[in-house]
T-cell receptor
């Protein structure tokens, strides 16, 4: 799976949009971009994933550049409960991908400030 | 989304004793589950892959005789930390994917984690 690079930490004011970047310049054509987050002392939580089109769900939006070498996770109205470590993971999606684990990097520690 | 339940959420044990951690997929079947360990201020590190009905696959550096994994059913995997020592104190997390044969790009679901403290 391709390697990802994320800033180690970011701050965001409560109520503002949080934009978390991720570089994955070695991504290949069959690799998806996944985002998870981990709130302190909890297991990771799935947020969103995409291949090349922008995606949106009730939690966040995922913007993937046209060359797919980078992406941005957007939390439109950050709250204090969004304070967490956010992980960007790139992985191949195959029929056997259910049998392969997620590999976590260091992620971005997002602090939402009142 | 699918639910993975992990128990206990917190355990304190004496050095030299063994501790069992359970990981259950509550509303789906998981032929494969994964066990991670996380030390303070570090990322999750994969320990082993648990396969239903067969032996687990351990990552390099993880002692299979110390971290016993049993995956006896499609909804339960257990991790037993044997002869625990203070350096085994960590946050242990299990994961499973609601994997239906032939589906691709499915997301993984994680248990809430188990905080093990060995004193």
């Amino acid at each position: 799976d391709a390697k990802t690079t994320q800033p180690p930490s970011m701050d965001c004011a409560e109520g503002r949009a949080a934009n978390l970047p991720c570089n994955h310049s070695t991504i290949s054509g069959n690799e998806y971009v996944y985002w998870y987050r981990q709130i302190h002392s909890q297991g990771p939580q799935y947020i969103i994933h995409g291949l090349k089109n922008n995606e949106t769900n009730e939690m966040a939006s995922l913007i993937i550049t046209e060359d797919r070498k980078s992406s941005t996770l957007i939390l439109p109205h950050a709250t204090l409960r969004d304070t967490a470590v956010y992980y960007c993971i790139v992985r191949v999606a195959t029929r056997n991908s259910g049998n392969t684990p997620l590999v976590f990097g260091k992620g971005t520690r997002l602090s939402v400030i009142a | 989304g699918a639910v993975v339940s992990q128990h206990p959420s917190r355990v304190i044990c004496k050095s030299g004793t063994s501790v069992k951690i359970e990981c259950r997929s509550l509303d789906f079947q998981a032929t494969t589950m994964f066990w991670y360990r996380q030390f303070p201020k570090q990322s999750l590190m994969l320990m082993a892959t648990s396969n239903e009905g067969s032996k687990a696959t351990y990552e390099q550096g993880v002692e299979k005789d110390k971290f016993l994994i049993n995956h006896a059913s499609l909804t339960l995997s257990t991790l037993t930390v044997t002869s625990a020592h203070p350096e085994d104190s960590s946050f242990y997390i299990c994961s499973a994917r609601d994997y239906m044969g032939g589906r691709m790009n499915t997301e993984a679901f994680f248990g809430q984690g188990t905080r093990l403290t060995v004193v």
